[in-house]
């Protein structure tokens, strides 16, 4: 009979009651009795849970001197062997499996077992020899064994940070200038830091801001580039390049990156504007297509990619991950270190990725892929010189055969931001909607740098404008708190009465001049001018005296008074 | 069968009716899920302001949540009366007696406070049942199968399915319409309120009020050019409710612009003690009220649906008596005991058939549609009756009449018969309080006049989270003929004003001239007037957008 009946108790005192309880005959018992009993299936799970783990510390009470390892998995082993502190136990069990089943994964996770009980003679600072991972592991298998892009490159000679510049529809895009305009700033800072040359392998000289183009009309940019701060520019031109295709354009690329080095191309092995292995420093453009190269790029020269980066600078580390370090010592600082951060989980967190090299295998380039926008547009400079350098290669016919056959331009949409001038127009245009844009666009051509916006009022009116200004009536045009925030020199408001909702969109404008019939009107209140009348009558003498090159006078005194304020 | 997650009960909406809907079947651990479009409770709620608890009510909103009165509430309402106005004067009678029949209390509230309170609780006591309360969700939609209604579907989220879908998504319930139970057809049968809550720190003194008191002051008369109607002011903590409720066929009949009937009451001398030197106004809001005497659903419910509270037209608006908060909370309790019979007699396609009998048991339709009402208005809701009346009033008799009854027509006043009794024509609304004030009335003068904020920056004040580029009502005629009526009925547009939701245009083509109605929603109070005035296709914005009361 058991000293503790289930069917007496609830269900909340038998599990503190069974926990001590190690007979598991006992305890099957206990199950009889409350099968028969209650027979409640949370109390028999209950006692069936202690019975399977008190038969498995029996189970586990093996002794490591006398078990037959024939019968135990290598998993088994390893677990048996991590709580041996014995060396002379550990060698027993060593020869009784090489005797054995000899399973060479098994033998390893002792002899391992072994070096750290004795103490490793390698820990007084010689470095572990290196074994590839075939040879370490023979019975597994290495899938990148034999991959091309595995080069196995140690300590080779890297230099220059290289900025790959994206070009769409014959534009050199903006975040390629950001780019080039950041590498200036990180490369003038770095050869002040390191002086160029870092062991002397190659000449001391400043390291470079290397410009890639590649595409159908890559040499138009060329100088553009340089203004915008490369020291030398490396193009691809090809009409075949005219639309961005991943294949080509990785050939190209890692070509001009392996030029003069080692892995060269045959033919390019000695160019005159490079010695080295590889590029120290890569960055892309984080954009549909840039992100597609950047990766396709990186595995080629195998290295890694840090993608949609937001920020960039270069220091030394100190590392401490043996993987990097070799296990040599509990730190080892890495020099030159591009740190990438970038934002996680949609922006709430920020990592910082470093590409370093392990002691067996180099991790360069350093690359990474920019959101755009993160850096700012430089202002460029004409007067700047460097270095052109056309690249030639034969491009396999294999490489093109994705063929783009038709693609669509994306309406970009109006941007109204970064105008001198800003003419804008509400529902004071209603008696004549079609004449009242006419009027607001005659006055923004005479303006060397202005552009036409309207208010909400407009955007969702039942005007039927006329076809030729009915384009300026879409929502791309509208200014507010749902529209685009503008801040010009000058804000020329002509029938708005200025709610706060379209307030709120310009009211950080230099100068607000104002032209309404009524003086009551919001608007009047931050404005720096008003005008009172009719727009129809106003503007026209408006775009006049601007063409005079009298606009200034016009606003001051002829066609209105200066408001209070 | 598709593979929609499921949940007992889903509720939607978390005002009054969803509240006590949800409170009630957590109470019986039905698993129920509450749904709400507003970024909080509350925020997308308006009422004039006053919750009732009746004496002979089965559920009262302080029953289902304990401390609502001193956490939710403002100030009980111990004083009552109403003002008969005839320009300059007034003669008020003290109707305290008529209030508290049936009462065992009556509080003003705002609803962001009193909602958002309410949720807190409903999400703890659905949690509990597994369920709980999710914001920014608008439901969209009834989910068939077979044609039957199985359950709801929303922008948000993929469809759920439950065994009871509670409708209380207010007066513009999709949910009804898509049922086909509800309809925005008719003017006459809805009222449109609008309410300005106004900043009066000093509420105490203006009012002589002590802490645990408060004032509910009516205005009928001819304070509104015309238009069926009345105003009202309720005191609030340290704020006034100040509104306006007009019968929406009278509005449009009369072109009358709601905001401008709001200005009336708030200018007027008699509130000008109330209000003192500055006037702040701390929101402008609107709202649509169903006149239940006349859609009030006899069986709101179909398939496992089921209406509660103004989805189902459960707003009793006769005469000086205005209780809809107090109906809604009776209506979601009762729906949900409803559920949970019909649960534990295994047939939960039972609980809408059940829940429409404990309507009528309860003498909840009758007070929504008293049949007093039904008899009378076959006499007194035509033209000839009505001139008759007014007639009769404005005659040397009719005015003699009242003279000779004098203060006797408080008590007539006070009756509750006579209140439900009352004919929906301009006879008790204007010319009855007109005649009164002017044979009985006393003057009111004050020394100066509020000035209130005009249209565009009481628009300017309210907050909005605009859905750019996906508007919420669409307007499927533009022509003045059939839409016309929104530029003065929509509470934030009027004639000649371009910053309002609808503008009036003159559009010229080829030599043409016609006058067209053009929309734009970003100003939008959603209070469901162009659903009935103009020709629309009108959804609620999606969950999180378009405007966020913060008063209520």
């Given at each position: 009979m058991v000293e503790f009946d289930p069917t007496e108790h609830e269900i909340a005192e038998i599990g503190p009651e069974i926990k001590?309880?190690?007979d598991p005959d006992e305890l099957r018992e206990m199950l009889e009795l409350e099968a028969e009993g209650e027979d409640r299936a949370p109390v028999k799970t209950l006692i069936e849970d202690r019975i399977e783990k008190v038969e498995d510390d029996e189970d586990g009470e093996i002794d490591p001197e006398t078990v037959?390892?024939?019968?135990?998995?290598v998993a088994d082993i390893a677990n048996m062997v991590?709580?041996?502190?014995d060396a002379d136990v550990l060698r027993d069990i060593l020869e009784r499996e090489t005797e054995g089943k000899e399973r060479s994964s098994a033998i390893s996770q002792i002899e391992n077992r072994i070096d750290s009980v004795e103490g490793?003679?390698?820990?007084?600072g010689e470095p572990a020899v290196f074994k590839p991972p075939e040879e370490k592991y023979?019975?597994?298998?290495?899938?990148?064994?034999?991959?091309?892009?595995?080069?196995?490159?140690?300590g080779g000679d890297y230099r220059d940070m290289w900025v790959y510049c994206e070009t769409q529809a014959g534009e050199l895009i903006d975040v390629s200038k950001e780019m080039l305009g950041k590498a200036r700033t990180l490369m003038d800072d770095y050869n002040d830091e390191y002086?160029?040359?870092?062991?002397?392998?190659?000449?001391g000289e400043d390291e470079k801001v290397i410009a890639v183009l590649v595409g159908a009309?890559?040499?138009?940019?060329v100088e553009d580039v340089i203004a915008y701060g490369a020291d030398m520019v490396v193009y691809h031109e090809d009409d075949r390049l005219e639309r961005f295709r991943h294949k080509p354009y990785t050939e190209i690329m890692c070509d001009m990156a392996r030029?003069?080095?080692?892995?060269?191309a045959e033919g390019r092995?000695?160019?005159?504007w490079k010695e080295y292995h590889e590029p120290r420093y890569t960055i892309f453009p984080a954009t549909n297509n840039g992100r597609d190269l950047s990766a396709l790029v990186q595995g080629e020269l195998d290295s890694g990619l840090a993608s949609d980066c937001s920020g960039l600078y270069i220091e030394n580390e100190m590392i401490s991950n043996p993987a990097k370090t070799g296990g040599t010592s509990d730190k080892k600082e890495f020099e030159r270190v591009l740190h990438m951060k970038r934002p996680d989980f949609s922006g709430f967190e920020y990592s910082t990725i470093l590409c370093i090299d392990k002691p067996n295998r180099d991790f360069h380039p350093q690359g990474a892929s920019v959101i755009p926008g993160s850096f700012d547009l430089p202002e460029p400079d004409h007067d700047r010189e460097g270095e052109i350098v056309e690249h030639e290669m034969e491009l396999d016919?294999?490489?093109?055969?994705?063929?783009?056959t038709e693609y669509d331009q994306l309406d970009e949409g109006v941007d109204l931001?970064?105008?001198d001038v800003i003419v804008a127009l509400g529902r004071?245009?209603?008696?004549d909607p079609t004449r009242g844009m006419e009027l607001g666009l005659d006055l923004v051509d005479a303006f060397d740098d202005a552009d036409l916006g309207i208010t909400r009022g407009i955007v969702t009116s039942s005007y039927e404008f006329e076809?030729?200004?009915?384009?300026?009536?879409?929502?791309?045009r509208q200014i507010g708190e749902t529209g685009q925030v503008v801040e010009p020199d000058v804000y020329i408001a002509a029938?708005?009465?200025?709610?706060v909702q379209h307030k709120v969109g310009m009211d950080e404008s230099d100068t607000i001049v104002t032209i309404n019939?009524?003086?009551?009107?919001?608007?009047r209140n931050f404005s720096d001018y008003f005008i009172e009348g009719d727009l129809f009558e106003v503007l026209p003498r408006l775009t006049e005296a601007v063409e005079r090159g009298e606009f200034a006078k016009a606003v001051a005194d002829g066609t209105g008074g200066k408001n209070d304020d | 069968m598709t593979d929609h997650e499921h949940y007992e009960a889903v509720v939607v909406g978390a005002g009054p009716g969803g509240a006590a809907a949800a409170a009630t079947l957590a109470k019986h651990d039905v698993e129920t899920l509450v749904l709400e479009?507003?970024?909080?409770?509350?925020?997308k709620n308006v009422s004039g302001g006053l919750i009732y608890a009746e004496?002979?009510?089965?559920?009262t909103i302080d029953d289902l949540f304990p401390g609502f009165r001193e956490q939710a509430a403002e100030r009980p309402v111990t004083d009552y009366y109403i003002h008969n106005v005839a320009g300059e004067k007034v003669k008020t009678f003290d109707i305290t007696d008529l209030h508290e029949h049936d009462t065992e209390w009556s509080d003003a509230v705002l609803r962001r406070k009193m909602d958002s309170w309410l949720a807190d609780r409903v999400h703890e006591k659905t949690r509990e049942t597994g369920g709980g309360l999710l914001t920014?969700?608008?439901?969209n939609g009834l989910l068939r199968e077979n044609g039957e209604i199985v359950g709801v579907t929303c922008d948000e989220l993929d469809p759920i399915r439950a065994d009871l879908i509670v409708?209380?998504?207010?007066?513009?319930s999709e949910l009804a319409r898509d049922a086909g139970l509800?309809?925005?057809?008719?003017?006459?049968?809805w009222f449109q309120g609008v309410k300005a809550v106004v900043d009066v720190p000093d509420v105490d003194e203006r009012f002589d009020l002590g802490p645990d008191e408060g004032a509910a002051h009516l205005f009928s008369g001819?304070?509104?050019?015309?238009?069926?109607g009345g105003g009202f002011v309720y005191t609030n903590e340290d704020t006034l409710s100040v509104g306006t409720v007009f019968h929406l066929d009278s509005l449009v009949a009369e072109e009358a612009e709601p905001h401008e009937l709001l200005d009336s009451l708030l200018t007027h001398p008699l509130l000008d003690d109330w209000i003192g030197e500055d006037y702040e106004e701390l929101e402008y809001s609107a709202k649509l009220v169903p006149d239940s005497k006349k859609?009030?659903?006899?069986?709101?419910?179909k398939d496992r649906l089921v209406l509660v509270g103004d989805a189902g037209g459960q707003m009793q608006a006769q005469g000086p008596i205005i209780k809809g908060m107090n109906h809604a909370v009776t209506a979601g309790a009762l729906a949900a005991e409803a559920y949970v019979e019909a649960r534990s007699r295994g047939d939960t396609d039972l609980a809408g058939e059940r829940y429409a009998t404990k309507l009528d048991r309860e003498g909840v339709m009758d007070k929504l549609r008293p049949t007093r009402y039904e008899l009378a208005s076959a006499v007194g809701e035509n033209d000839l009756a009505t001139s008759i009346a007014d007639g009769v009033l404005r005659s040397a008799v009719g005015r003699f009449g009242v003279r000779v009854l004098g203060d006797r027509l408080e008590n007539l006043y006070s009756s509750p018969f006579l209140s439900m009794l009352?004919?929906?024509?301009?006879?008790?609304?204007v010319t009855m309080p007109t005649v009164i004030a002017e044979e009985l009335g006393t003057r009111v003068t004050a020394e100066r006049t509020i000035e209130t904020p005009d249209l565009a920056d009481r628009i300017g004040d309210l907050t909005y989270n605009t859905d750019v580029g996906n508007?919420?009502?669409?307007?499927?005629d533009n022509s003045a003929e059939a839409?016309?009526?929104?530029?003065?009925?929509?509470?934030?547009s009027a004639k000649d004003?371009?910053?309002?939701?609808y503008r009036e245009e003159t559009v010229k083509t080829n030599g043409d001239e016609k006058t067209a109605v053009s929309l734009d929603t970003?100003?939008?109070?959603?209070?469901?007037t162009c659903a009935i005035v103009a020709d629309t296709d009108w959804e609620h914005p999606?969950?999180?957008?378009?405007v966020e009361f913060r008063e209520g």
């Open positions: 001590d309880v190690d037959d390892l024939s019968e135990m998995t991590r709580d041996v502190d490793s003679e390698e820990e007084d023979p019975e597994l298998d290495h899938p990148t064994n034999d991959k091309q892009w595995v080069e196995g490159t140690v002086g160029g040359s870092e062991d002397g392998t190659s000449s009309d890559a040499s138009k940019h030029a003069g080095g080692p892995l060269a092995e000695d160019v005159d016919d294999e490489w093109f055969r994705v063929d783009v931001t970064g105008h004071g245009i209603g008696d076809g030729h200004v009915e384009q300026y009536s879409a929502e791309e029938g708005i009465s200025g709610a019939t009524d003086t009551d009107a919001d608007i | 479009r507003g970024v909080d409770a509350g925020s004496e002979s009510a089965p559920y920014e969700v608008h439901v409708a209380a998504d207010g007066v513009n509800m309809s925005w057809e008719e003017p006459d049968e001819d304070l509104f050019e015309g238009v069926r859609v009030a659903h006899e069986s709101p419910h009352a004919p929906d024509t301009r006879t008790p609304y508007p919420h009502i669409e307007l499927l839409s016309g009526a929104a530029v003065s009925a929509c509470p934030v004003f371009g910053g309002g939701c970003q100003p939008c109070v959603e209070c469901g999606q969950g999180g957008k378009g």
